[in-house]
């Protein structure tokens, strides 16, 4: 079972940065892909951007395109999300999600991973 675990979340002001870790730990680390979600307060869960382990291949949500890079170390079992030109609606809850390949398409939705991290928050200053 491979278990998440976020970092790096934190206050910025707009127009800031930052950037997330996530280690996939486990007795046997077999994720096929993961991704990045978020949930602001009021509002459903929504996708952020994904990464294929095997080769990187990546996808990111229309609002993340151009402002965010997801990447991951394989070495390290360790994905990322460096955010940039923060925005105070990019305020909320983000989660890291790990999938096995079973159920993964797109990586866009939920039902498509099947371990989940805590969160961390990320809150941008106006």
């Known amino acids: 079972q491979v278990q998440p675990v976020e970092s790096g979340g934190g206050l910025v002001q707009a127009g800031g940065s930052l950037s997330l870790s996530c280690v996939a730990s486990g007795r046997t680390f077999r994720s096929y892909a993961m991704g990045w979600f978020r949930q602001a307060p009021g509002k459903e869960r929504e996708f952020v951007a994904t990464?294929?382990?095997?080769?990187?291949?990546?996808y990111y949500a229309e609002d993340a395109e151009g402002r965010f890079t997801i990447s991951r170390d394989s070495a390290k079992n360790t994905m990322y999300l460096q955010m940039n030109n923060l925005k105070p609606e990019d305020t909320a809850v983000y989660y890291c999600?790990?999938?096995?390949?079973?159920?993964?398409?797109?990586?866009?939705?939920?039902?498509?991973?099947?371990?989940w991290g805590q969160g961390t928050q990320v809150t941008v200053s106006s």
């Open positions: 999600a790990a999938a096995d390949g079973l159920g993964y398409l797109t990586g866009q939705f939920r039902h498509e991973y099947d371990a």
């Open positions: 990464i294929r382990w095997s080769d990187g291949t990546t």
